[in-house]
């Protein structure tokens, strides 16, 4: 299965990249991926949320990608990432092609091979997907948590079935603030959340990255089909 | 890509911070800082977040939601409270983060809980760089200490000239002798000097006796050992800088607040000269404002002699009032003493025991009345008594004869520790109460059979019984005893019954009160007498008569309402109002009672403030309740 991901990975790479691009793209290509046998503790958990224009992934414009982590049970502040894909990175100029690849590149270099974690993979991984598959054309697969799916699983007690997100910050008591929340917000709630449901988790001897990603993959498949 | 990453991140702390003090007050720079370096942690309810054991303190932890309760670790105590409880916006350990050492309190989440936690040198590096925040954590130390301070005047205002405080000069604190060494002394003898004082530190002092530094057993280990210095060096190449010297007029409180903000143990006091006259730790200043339960056990149980055990005693009483003084219920309370006391009685019987030998006999010592249900208040006299078993018939008196000289030998004691000889002579040094297992049956179903007054009026003594010392089979037995008879004994039980009704709550049928029982003490109720007294009573016919072993009224009650199936608000209710009843006559003889006199139980029920008026007004009326139930029960008219 990684045999058939790695000969994905480096069918297409599209002629417009960049050199420094194609390089990044490589390097990232041939990092190895962390085990995901180590406990919670050791884990370097991606938690990534974006904006968007619409909701449709095949059709609709990616606007930001905002994402921070989660590792040695804490949230640290200067391991985190924002992107902005409508204006360039160098400047606030609009967003040319090639700044438009360097900023998708970062992402995949922050996120390295670590498993990401969101609230609805099919929104926001459909998003990502898409985007990284025409501009870098990368066959984005990584290992998914999703929340929408496992919290229900994990947190029966407070709420049994896939809800909107504000549910979830209601039952838990965080300080979401009032109006809209820009991504960045939303992926620090969701880190928050997720900090909680690594004690849960672990309390129910789901105690690795591998464990808690199979956890989700059930939750997501038992309520899709059942 | 990853400074907006930051930046955003820190934006969203910002947020929060703004709300709080004292960040509202920082600089949008030094508040910046905080929020780009403080890490996010989630600790579930349970767990520790901090702890003494933790080691020298890493973070400054900032709550953002959820509840944490910080319990001091130990005896060694910055702040009067012992327990307090932080809410979202509020920090933690500063004192302990300042001075780069251990917490002393261990702070748990008790709910679900996030917090910011800043590391420890961008902790520091704030504190340089942001005058307000500097002011709020060193304001913080203050402030607590101050917080402290005005508790312990307020708790003891009435007592403060009867012991140190923190008020205090150092003058009178600590060592007064320390140990001193040359600066030019040798490790090694300073170290065997250390080593055969049994002492963890010393002070180096030239020859005018002025200070100039500490050597510690922490250098011991980082300045000598590790550092590979030769023990043929001057102790002034290892030792700290004599860095905190205060002045003999210096008050304790000054000495505490400069220990907390520098973080150090010691404190060296000088003469108007300059040259050394005492040292004060923290565990010095700590006593003048704690007794700790586990220094009076340890005292009690390691003393050699009367004379230390009259300390003891009186630490009891001392500690039993910050107790009382902290709100610690009635219940809790009394039972305290009583295991203090038990140990305290317990000590003072083995002292005996060395020079009375009863190898090979079995005996216990038996406490009888209030003691005896662990429901001692301060005023307490002995009553106790002696069970043994003879072997050989023959032999009982010689044997009773000499149990009886150890006894008096023991009552004299406990005398002299503040337990009064008991007026009525119920002590195991009077011949009647140091009887054998068999010659106990005896008189228990002697006065079964024939209740009259006295036999009545013994039974509420001597039924209230409980092993403190020696073989507690004895006891066991006779209690076993005891309610076999009782239970088959319904005449007995009725006149308990009826003896118990003598005496109703004084609940006037025009006034709340009736102030005029007591013809001596005219506006005056005797808690004892018509409050305490019915439920103790109630609760001993109703253990009798089902079979429950305890003595204490209120497990008596608990045990007994079970039973007897009775609802569980109902019991509740009544053990309200008999804790409540003991609590104010604890409180009664402690603040009211002349220093080192017997204090009694009459209350001038005006004097009270209104609501206590009526939450004794509700246990009388609990009273007559329980001893309405005990009416209908034994059909006493």
Redesign the interface.
């Known amino acids: 299965m990684f045999g058939l991901k790695g000969l994905l990975f480096k069918s297409d790479a599209p002629a417009h990249l960049p050199d420094d691009v194609r390089a990044a793209l490589d390097a990232w290509r041939n990092t190895p991926a962390p085990t995901l046998d180590d406990f919670h503790f050791h884990t370097r958990y991606v938690i990534v949320d974006i904006a968007s224009r619409g909701m449709n992934p095949e059709s609709d414009q990616l606007l930001e990608i905002a994402a921070s982590t989660v590792q040695r049970s804490t949230i640290l502040p200067a391991d985190a990432l924002f992107i902005d894909l409508e204006t360039s990175a160098d400047n606030d100029a609009p967003a040319d092609e090639a700044s438009l690849d360097r900023q998708l590149m970062a992402f995949l270099q922050f996120a390295g091979k670590a498993p990401l974690v969101t609230y609805h993979v099919s929104y926001v991984g459909g998003f990502l997907q898409r985007a990284f598959r025409e501009r870098l054309g990368v066959d984005f697969q990584p290992q998914w948590i999703d929340l929408a799916w496992l919290l229900p699983a994990m947190f029966s007690d407070k709420g049994s079935s896939v809800m909107p997100l504000d549910h979830w910050i209601g039952v838990f008591g965080l300080d979401a603030g009032s109006g809209r929340r820009s991504a960045m917000e939303n992926t620090l709630l969701l880190a928050r959340i997720f900090q909680m449901l690594l004690v849960r988790a672990s309390a129910k001897e789901i105690d690795t990255a591998a464990r808690l990603i199979d956890e989700s993959r059930a939750s997501t498949f038992l309520r899709r089909t059942h | 890509?990853?400074q907006?990453?930051?930046?955003?991140?820190?934006?969203?702390?910002l947020?929060?911070l703004k709300k709080h003090a004292p960040f509202d007050k920082m600089s949008a720079d030094a508040l910046q800082r905080f929020?780009?370096?403080?890490?996010?942690?989630?600790y579930?309810a349970g767990s520790e977040i901090v702890g003494a054991a933790s080691g020298n303190v890493r973070f400054f932890y900032l709550i953002?939601?959820g509840k944490v309760q910080a319990r001091q670790a130990g005896e060694v105590t910055v702040t009067e409270y012992s327990i307090l409880s932080l809410g979202a916006g509020e920090s933690f350990p500063i004192g302990a983060v300042t001075a780069g050492r251990p917490s002393t309190n261990n702070y748990v989440a008790v709910e679900?809980t996030?917090c910011y936690?800043l590391p420890a040198e961008d902790f520091m590096a704030l504190m340089v760089s942001s005058p307000e925040f500097n002011l709020f954590c060193t304001q913080y130390i203050a402030s607590l200490l101050d917080q402290s301070r005005r508790q312990l005047q307020l708790q003891f205002a009435q007592k403060a000239s009867e012991q140190q405080t923190l008020n205090s000069p150092l003058a009178g604190i600590g060592s007064r002798s320390p140990v001193i060494v040359g600066p030019e002394t040798p490790l090694r003898a300073a170290l065997e000097i250390m080593s055969q004082a049994g002492i963890g530190s010393l002070v180096v002092a030239g020859e005018d006796r002025k200070p100039v530094g500490v050597f510690t057993r922490s250098d011991l280990l980082d300045r000598v050992v590790l550092a590979d210095r030769p023990l043929t060096a001057p102790i002034s190449e290892a030792m700290s800088a004599a860095r905190l010297c205060l002045d003999e007029n210096a008050t304790a409180y000054d000495a505490m607040l400069a220990m907390a903000s520098q973080g150090v143990r010691h404190v060296l006091v000088t003469d108007a000269e300059g040259r050394l006259t005492g040292v004060v730790s923290e565990r010095d200043l700590f006593s003048l404002q704690r007794v700790g339960l586990r220094q009076i056990r340890q005292s009690i149980d390691s003393a050699h002699d009367v004379e230390a055990l009259l300390q003891s005693a009186a630490d009891v009483r001392q500690l039993a009032f910050n107790m009382l003084a902290q709100g610690i219920g009635a219940e809790q309370l009394t039972q305290f003493i009583s295991a203090l006391n038990d140990a305290l009685t317990r000590r003072v019987i083995q002292l005996n025991l060395e020079k009375h030998n009863f190898d090979g006999i079995e005996w216990a010592w038996l406490a009888f009345g209030s003691e005896g249900r662990d429901e001692q208040t301060f005023s307490t006299d002995q009553d106790n008594g002696i069970v043994f078993a003879c072997p050989d018939g023959a032999a009982v008196d010689a044997l009773r004869q000499r149990f009886l000289t150890f006894a008096l030998d023991v009552n004299k004691d406990l005398d002299r520790c503040g337990f009064p000889l008991c007026k009525g002579n119920i002590m195991a040094s009077n011949p009647q109460w140091c009887l054998t297992l068999g010659e106990w049956k005896t008189q228990f179903s002697k006065w079964i059979r024939m209740p009259e007054p006295t036999a009545l009026l013994n039974a509420t003594i001597f039924f209230d019984f409980r092993p403190l010392y020696g073989k507690h089979e004895l006891a066991d037995n006779m209690r076993r005893f005891l309610l076999e008879q009782a239970a088959a004994s319904p005449i007995f039980l009725q006149s308990m019954a009826r003896n118990a009704l003598d005496v109703a709550p004084p609940l006037g049928k025009l006034r709340d009160f009736l102030t005029d029982l007591e013809p001596d003490h005219p506006g005056k109720i005797d808690l004892k007498k018509y409050g305490s007294r019915i439920f103790v009573d109630v609760a001993r016919i109703y253990a009798l008569a089902t079979g429950v072993h305890n003595t204490n009224s209120v497990q008596r009650l608990r045990l007994a309402s079970q039973r007897l199936a009775a609802r569980g608000e109902e019991i509740n209710a009544v053990l309200d109002g008999l804790n409540f009843i003991q609590l104010l006559r604890l409180q009664h003889q402690y603040l009211e009672g002349e220093p080192g006199s017997q204090g009694d139980n009459l209350i001038d029920p005006d004097k009270l403030n209104e609501l206590d008026r009526r939450i004794l007004k509700e246990s009388f009326r609990q009273a007559r309740k329980i001893q309405s139930r005990l009416k209908l029960d034994y059909q006493v008219n």
Do not use: C, L, Y
């Not at chain 2, 907006?4 to 702390?13: C, I, K, Y």
């Not at chain 2, 929020?35 to 989630?42: K, L």
């Open positions: 890509m990853r907006e990453g930051r930046r955003r991140v820190a934006g969203n702390t947020t929060f929020a780009e370096q403080a890490q996010i942690a989630f579930p953002e939601s679900d996030f936690q």
